[in-house]
């Protein structure tokens, strides 16, 4: 509690103790005995139990400001090659993900929320399931050859295993091999950092809520020079018409534009937004997050 604080009898706690407990069945766990009250990063098949649980609330934020999603190196064969990008996309089985994986996630193809100005319903569904178009796109890039495809994965992230494994099961479909590789969290940051996937790498994105432009100036998978080396005049210069553009209707152009290059190029594919919610005891009242995900402290309280 801060005497002086800016907002007059908040906030209503006198104290928050806050615990890093990285091991997500440990946090589940704390919360159901009493030891904690929140939860921040509870595996979702555990939210999905929880949320028909009188003893515990499910606090979903009201806008998802990051996706879970995964990125092409370009430079990796066949990845160079955009069909193969594309046949990837044809791959990503969106509805079983969420049905097995994510449940109280939604399907995404583009990397914005709704209310984002450069959202756009037309171009949003482009790339349904489709494992017969995805072995044609895949065979054209190929041209047939037997192909070795890494998959990294950060131990960080569990929730991109199960994702992984999906994808790993559709690529021998397509004749391909794919092995996964999960890294502790300083490897895996480091081969971000360093754009050194050499294939398909998944992970969280975030940036997704702010002012589009954030996205490409801020993003390791967005941004010129990114984790999937992809470059070309056409993507810069559709990065800076963002920064550049006037009024509203010169930005929606503009941010169309920049969705269709994001779309055909497909090296980076979103999959499903990433909400992160808040598991809470009952108990706990007033419990609201920013449009960051952030738990608004000042308005918590608690009941005995």
Do not use: C
């Amino acid at each position: 509690r801060n005497a002086t604080y800016w907002q007059k009898d908040l906030p209503y706690l006198d104290e928050v103790a806050v615990k890093v407990v990285p091991d997500k069945q440990t946090q589940l766990i704390s919360l159901q005995t009493g030891a904690a009250d929140i939860a921040t990063t509870i595996l979702q098949r555990d939210l999905k139990a929880l949320r028909g649980d009188a003893k515990y609330q499910v606090v979903v934020p009201p806008v998802w400001g990051t996706m879970w999603g995964m990125g092409l190196d370009v430079k990796a064969f066949p990845f160079g090659d955009k069909r193969a990008r594309q046949a990837i996309a044809h791959l990503v089985d969106r509805t079983r993900i969420i049905d097995t994986q994510l449940p109280l996630e939604e399907p995404i193809q583009l990397p914005w929320p709704k209310s984002s100005p450069a959202h756009f319903d037309d171009l949003a569904a482009r790339y349904k399931y489709d494992a017969a178009r995805a072995k044609e796109l895949w065979t054209q890039a190929t041209g047939g050859k037997a192909v070795e495809v890494p998959i990294t994965l950060s131990l960080a992230y569990p929730e991109t295993h199960g994702i992984a494994e999906l994808l790993q099961a559709e690529l021998g479909k397509l004749g391909a091999t794919a092995t996964i590789t999960k890294l502790e969290p300083a490897q895996y940051s480091a081969k971000l950092s360093k754009a050194q996937f050499n294939g398909i790498w998944m992970g969280i994105f975030a940036w997704m809520n702010k002012t589009p432009s954030t996205l490409f100036v801020q993003s390791f998978a967005y941004r010129v020079p990114n984790a999937q080396n992809f470059d070309t005049p056409a993507y810069r210069a559709a990065i800076a018409a963002t920064l550049a553009a006037a009024d509203a209707a010169q930005q929606k152009k503009v941010y169309r534009e920049l969705d269709e290059i994001l779309l055909d190029e497909a090296f980076v594919i979103p999959v499903t937004s990433a909400n992160r919610p808040l598991a809470v005891a009952a108990a706990v009242k007033g419990v609201g997050l920013s449009r960051d995900t952030v738990p608004i402290l000042a308005d918590f309280w608690r009941t005995a």
